[in-house]
């Protein structure tokens, strides 16, 4: 069991998310009462067998509606995860790309990225100045693209006639990459537009994590 990262398309606010006794939540707060404000698009689920890690909203780091950072574990022990989403300008892109150095420590980071490129998408360009930009801060930051344990499409559009894509990515840190993997969880009961969550094994990344040091 581990963490669940979700992130909603387009504009939509993560409002009534979905709710289960073995999974709590993590999510910034949300304004309801003003129609202006920015409310989040990303939200956190975390399995109950993580309870003694003290999962916490890392809030102070980076307030941002697009931007989920979370902690696991306490003292040096502490991981720093990311959920992310990009919209159609890659404002979360360009976050990460100008302000790398504030994101060093993160563990890992994963969520919809909005981009496509042949290196992850069989259907994307083959040049994406954006995709650039993201693998550039990843790699600043010491992680790469962690590989699914099932390759597939990650994003369903409406139109039945358009081709599915690949544009939710997970980063680990390059020692790792050989050995952790996510789950691509399709939401076939959802109607599209819809995005498949990815589901990180924590607990096999903290055992790895260990080894590692």
Not at 71 to 78: A, H, I, N, P, V
Not at 110 to 122: E, L, T, V
Not at 138 to 152: D, K, S
């Amino acid at each position: 069991m581990g963490t669940l990262r979700t992130s909603t398309p387009s504009l939509t606010a993560v409002i009534g998310t979905t709710i289960h006794l073995d999974w709590g939540i993590i999510v910034r707060s949300m304004d309801l009462q003003n129609e202006g404000a920015d409310n989040p698009r990303v939200a956190v689920y975390v399995h109950k067998c993580l309870r003694g890690l003290r999962p916490s909203y890392c809030q102070d780091l980076i307030d941002h509606w697009d931007i989920l950072i979370f902690s696991l574990g306490w003292g040096e022990d502490l991981l720093l995860l990311a959920n992310v989403y990009s919209d159609e300008q890659h404002t979360v892109i360009h976050i990460l790309y100008e302000w790398m150095m504030d994101w060093l420590g993160l563990f890992s980071m994963g969520g919809d990225f909005n981009c496509r490129h042949q290196s992850w998408d069989p259907w994307g360009p083959v040049m994406n100045v954006h995709a650039n930009q993201l693998e550039a801060a990843a790699t600043y930051l010491g992680l790469t693209r962690g590989m699914p344990e099932v390759e597939g499409p990650t994003h369903f559009p409406y139109n039945i006639q358009l081709e599915l894509t690949v544009i939710d990515l997970v980063y680990v840190p390059m020692e790792l990459s050989l050995r952790v993997m996510h789950k691509i969880c399709q939401y076939f009961t959802l109607p599209p537009p819809s995005l498949s969550g990815l589901c990180l094994d924590t607990w096999a990344v903290l055992g790895l994590s260990e080894l590692s040091k």
